[in-house]
């Protein structure tokens, strides 16, 4: 397979979430994929989920739009405003479900580039911890079980003050 | 199911790297508090401050028909944490590898276009 990192979500703190991934690619293509609403499409979701509707005003006070439909033909809206953007390592925004006023976020991506690889960090800032354990948690019916390989990952995971485990 | 205050309980003792350690040594077997302390650099009643904790959240449990009482994980909360996070995982695990194959199409467009010497510059 040719994607080169596993992803990482971790909870940061009670109000936060942090996606992380490795792209083989530099960080000005995966900004490119990810502020320009044609490549958008291309991607955003899961295979069976369409990018239905994308509008990017990419500018500091610009508005941002999406609407997701999913497989079963439920949509989604989702929208924010643009409010850091530093191309092509750092974008700050703001996201909220069109249905589910009161959930504001605020997402704030870096792109750091080694060797041709980019490393995508998101950290999402829920409004409180009830929305951020509503909006992941929403997941809970699926089967527990299924999900050993990604715990050792989970368990794994590094973080800078892991001790150095010797023999 | 968990509460949102277990589930709190549970990340924040997931949350540091020698629990996480002694997790996964336990993922392989039961093991007493002095094989537990071991392989870490620290006194044995600091590891046992730890595993308080890791059974305060429900991690672990202590096996009390032995003698030398030893630890064991408890796989089911663990399964539950992870599973808490299951689902918005899957939708950007979906999404990024999507998004893999759009990167390799830029990277080879981007390749072609060069070698046909109409590069342009990025700023």
């Not at chain 1, 994607?3 to 971790?10: D, H, M, Y």
């Not at chain 1, 509707?53 to 989604?76: A, D, F, H, T």
């Not at chain 1, 909220?96 to 080694?114: H, Q, R, W």
């Not at chain 2, 309980?9 to 039961?30: C, K, M």
């Amino acid at each position: 397979m040719r994607n080169t990192g596993t992803l990482q979500v971790t909870l940061k703190s009670d109000r936060e979430v942090v996606l992380k991934r490795i792209f083989d690619a530099p960080r000005r293509m995966v900004f490119e994929a990810m502020t320009k609403p044609e490549l958008l499409k291309r991607w955003m979701g899961p295979r069976g989920w369409e990018l239905v509707v994308s509008e990017i005003e990419l500018r500091v006070g610009g508005r941002w739009r999406s609407v997701l439909r999913s497989p079963e033909g439920k949509e989604m809206a989702m929208s924010g405003v643009y409010r850091e953007i530093e191309a092509p390592e750092r974008i700050v925004s703001t996201e909220a479900y069109d249905d589910y006023p009161g959930t504001e976020t605020v997402n704030t991506i870096l792109l750091d580039e080694a060797n041709g690889k980019t490393t995508f960090t998101c950290t999402i800032l829920y409004p409180s911890k009830e929305v951020r354990d509503l909006v992941v948690g929403s997941g809970m019916e699926h089967g527990a079980a299924e999900c050993y390989d990604r715990l050792a990952e989970f368990l794994l995971q590094p973080e800078p003050r892991s001790l150095e485990r010797g023999a | 199911m968990m509460t949102s205050n277990q589930m709190d309980a549970t990340f924040a003792a997931l949350a540091d790297s020698t629990r996480r350690a002694i997790l996964v040594r336990l993922a392989s077997g039961e093991a007493s508090v002095n094989e537990l302390a071991k392989p870490f650099p620290m006194s044995q009643p600091a590891v046992s401050k730890h595993l308080k904790v890791l059974e305060r959240a429900g991690l672990i449990s202590v096996v009390q028909d032995a003698q030398r009482r030893p630890r064991r994980i408890q796989a089911a909360r663990l399964a539950e944490a992870n599973a808490w996070l299951e689902r918005f995982r899957k939708f950007w695990k979906g999404s990024f590898l999507r998004l893999d194959d759009l990167l390799e199409e830029m990277k080879s467009s981007e390749h072609a276009a060069m070698r046909r010497g109409h590069r342009r510059k990025g700023s």
